[in-house]
């Protein structure tokens, strides 16, 4: 059984279920954590992403709520397949206030027929906010989807461009 540390910031869109494990991020949703799902994310290969301090999460979405791009850096591992982390290492080039679309995101990976993957990919994203994929859309400027439903993800772009 994994170990995992659930905490909650109360954010502005709602509650945050955030999981810990071994003093890195392991997820973020903006529905309750399942036991089950953290243990089959921990069970996947993982990459470390940033190497931050973990008690900086909270100021960090302190200043990303208040409208401001706080350049999140608290440390995290990311459990997912070879494509999966390649989808989300791509999305976390996407700047603060600006959105690209599943196909852009096809492409930055060198697999541009692969944009219903990417979709798929960004589905299973496990730290939406830091890995930022509320800020990928259709290719017709439609908002996709978005696992946090997308009520969640227009307000999260609006509140990028200054729109709230």
């Not at 059984?1 to 279920?17: C, E, F, T, V, W």
């Not at 008690?55 to 999966?84: A, I, R």
Request: with cysteine.
């Amino acid at each position: 059984m994994l170990n995992a540390k659930i905490q909650h910031y109360d954010s502005p869109l709602g509650r945050l279920h955030i999981a810990i494990h071994e003093n890195r991020l392991l997820a973020i949703s903006f529905s309750p954590l399942k036991e089950a799902h953290l243990q089959h994310l921990s069970e996947r290969p993982g990459i470390d992403i940033f190497s931050g301090i973990l008690s900086h999460l909270s100021p960090q979405l302190n200043l990303y709520f208040s409208g401001k791009n706080p350049c999140f850096d608290v440390p995290l591992t990311v459990h997912g397949s070879s494509f999966e982390q390649d989808v989300w290492k791509a999305c976390l080039q996407i700047p603060y206030g600006e959105t690209r679309s599943y196909l852009n995101l096809a492409k930055a990976i060198g697999n541009p027929k692969a944009a219903r993957a990417v979709g798929g990919a960004l589905s299973r994203n496990p730290i939406p906010l830091i890995i930022p994929c509320h800020r990928v859309i259709s290719s017709n400027g439609g908002l996709g989807g978005f696992t946090g439903g997308l009520q969640i993800k227009k307000k999260l772009l609006d509140l990028e461009k200054g729109n709230t």
